[in-house]
């Protein structure tokens, strides 16, 4: 079976300050990894995902994320944000093998400040 | 491009009424569909998924079933809702790669 770990349910950052979300899972295969961006009363949008390759990799809105195998971990970077990332943001893994089911983390709730 | 719609957006229903919730995506064909709820505050929590029409997985038991009547059509329903089944409910459809793509959403209150 497969688990996500975000480890911090909020967190505060000022505008233009860099950010980091983390995010580690555990699981006993192989899998891919993603995350996901929910803005109030939508749905998720995908920001980035690892299927395999460069373990660095870029997605949508100047998010960055390092599949980091050892330390099972997939952390999402923003080096400056803005107001407008402001959002709740989901990590998830899919089992490679097992179909497309997603398995995902409880959240994090960035709140940028002007 | 592929699109996904779900209505209604929003729906207030009593406790013990009916519910049916739909989900349709376009340009695209025999889509892997699912059906997640998201409780305030907690993650997402998969329901149902199905690989092709009439085939329907559950994920947990409960008092919601799904249906796939159509190769892009999934149907979320309940025959007596509880006040715990209030929450987002999300479709979302995945093509042969693992991602999956999030609908917009219906909003559920039961009273």
């Known amino acids: 079976a497969q688990s996500v770990t975000q480890l911090d349910s909020q967190v505060p950052v000022f505008e233009e300050a860099p950010v980091e979300l983390r995010c580690n899972y555990s699981s006993s295969v192989s899998v891919y990894l993603f995350w996901y961006v929910q803005y109030p009363n939508q749905g998720l949008q995908l920001l980035l995902k690892?299927?395999?390759?460069?373990?660095l990799v870029k997605g949508i809105n100047g998010f960055e994320a390092e599949f980091n195998k050892s330390q099972t971990s997939f952390h999402l970077r923003k080096p400056s944000v803005h107001i407008s990332d402001t959002a709740e943001y989901f990590c998830?893994?899919?089992?490679?093998?097992?179909?497309?089911?997603?398995?995902f983390g409880a959240g994090t709730i960035l709140r940028v400040k002007s | 491009s592929q699109t996904i719609h779900q209505w209604p957006a929003t729906l207030v229903q009593p406790v013990g009424s009916p519910l049916s919730l739909e989900c349709t995506v376009e340009?695209?064909?025999?889509?892997?569909l699912y059906w997640y709820r998201q409780a305030a505050g907690r993650g997402l929590q998969l329901l149902f998924y199905s690989v092709g029409i009439g085939q329907i997985s559950s994920e947990v038991p409960q008092n919601l079933s799904a249906s796939r009547p159509q190769d892009r059509q999934f149907i979320l329903s309940s025959k007596k809702l509880l006040l715990s089944d209030s929450g987002f409910y999300l479709c979302?459809?995945?093509?042969?790669?693992?991602?999956?793509?999030f609908g917009p959403g219906t909003r559920l209150t039961v009273t």
């Open positions: 979302a459809w995945s093509p042969s790669l693992p991602e999956q793509y």
């Open positions: 690892y299927l395999s390759g460069s373990t």
């Open positions: 340009g695209t064909s025999n889509p892997n």
């Open positions: 998830a893994v899919s089992p490679r093998g097992y179909g497309n089911k997603l398995v």
